[in-house]
C-alpha cells in the first residue's frame, strides 16, 4: 500500500511557493494564521455568491497571502481574471470594501487587573478584544462573547466563524455556537478547529 502525501504540501519550498509569506512570533503567529485562513474564506465565499456573481465563475486557482509591518497584501490567482475585477475594477472595489469590514473579536484570559477603553477587568477573568482592542470582560465565554458581538450589531451580518482554541473541544464548540445563535437569529454560525494557544476563540464577523 503506497503511502499518501497532500502533493501541495510536498512541492512547497520546491516546486511550489509558499500560500502564506510573512514571519510572526509565537505569540502572534496561531492568530495571524487563522486571519489568512478567514481572509481566504471570505474571498471564495464573496466570489462565488449567486447573487454578485450572477452566471460567472472567478475560475481561482489559489490566493496568496504577503504581510510587512503596515500591509497585507492578498493575490487572487484566477483564470478568469475579469470575472473578478469587473468594469472598470467595480467587481474588485465592491470585495476590497467588504472586507475590511470583516471585524475580528478574541475571546482571552486577563494575566494582571487592568482598566481601559472604558472596561475594567480583573485578573483571571475572560476579556474580550474587537479588532486588539479591549472591549468586554466577564466571568464566562458566553457573556464576554455575547457582549462583543452585540457592540459590533452582529444582527446586521451574515456570518460568524467560531475558530476555538487548544483547549475546547469540538462539542463544546458546537454547543457554543449553538448558544450564540439563540442570541443573534440573522448571521449563519460556523465552527473551525483552529487549534490557537491562549485564545479559546477567535470569531470572525462578516
Given at each position: 500500500m503506497g503511502q499518501k502525501v497532500r502533493p501541495t504540501g510536498f512541492r512547497t519550498g520546491i516546486m511550489t511557493d509558499w500560500q502564506s509569506a510573512w514571519?510572526?512570533?509565537?505569540?502572534?503567529?496561531?492568530?495571524?494564521?487563522?486571519?489568512?485562513?478567514?481572509i481566504r474564506k471570505f474571498i471564495y465565499s464573496y466570489l462565488t455568491?449567486?447573487?454578485?456573481?450572477?452566471?460567472?465563475?472567478?475560475?481561482?486557482?489559489?490566493?496568496?497571502?504577503?504581510?510587512?509591518?503596515?500591509?497585507?497584501?492578498?493575490?487572487?490567482?484566477?483564470?478568469?481574471?475579469?470575472?473578478?475585477?469587473?468594469?472598470?475594477?467595480?467587481?474588485?472595489?465592491?470585495m476590497t470594501k467588504a472586507l475590511k469590514n470583516v471585524t475580528t473579536c478574541e475571546i482571552t484570559t486577563a494575566t494582571r487587573s487592568v482598566s481601559l477603553e472604558g472596561v475594567h477587568a480583573v485578573e483571571g477573568q475572560y476579556i474580550g478584544l474587537i479588532d486588539d482592542k479591549l472591549s468586554a470582560a466577564g466571568e464566562s465565554v458566553v457573556s464576554v462573547a455575547e457582549a462583543m458581538l452585540r457592540k459590533i450589531e452582529a444582527d446586521k451580518r451574515d456570518l460568524i466563524t467560531l475558530y476555538y482554541g487548544d483547549v475546547v473541544t469540538e462539542v463544546?464548540?458546537?454547543?457554543?455556537a449553538d448558544t450564540l445563535s439563540a442570541q443573534f437569529t440573522k448571521p449563519e454560525f460556523q465552527i473551525v478547529d483552529g487549534g490557537q494557544p491562549l485564545y479559546p476563540y477567535i470569531i470572525s464577523v462578516e
Open positions: 514571519f510572526a512570533n509565537k505569540q502572534d503567529f496561531a492568530e495571524l494564521l487563522l486571519e489568512d485562513h478567514s455568491r449567486t447573487k454578485e456573481r450572477k452566471e460567472q465563475r472567478p475560475g481561482i486557482a489559489k490566493i496568496r497571502i504577503e504581510r510587512t509591518r503596515e500591509r497585507v497584501t492578498v493575490f487572487v490567482f484566477s483564470s478568469r481574471i475579469g470575472a473578478i475585477i469587473g468594469k472598470k475594477g467595480e467587481k474588485i472595489d465592491k463544546d464548540a458546537q454547543a457554543f
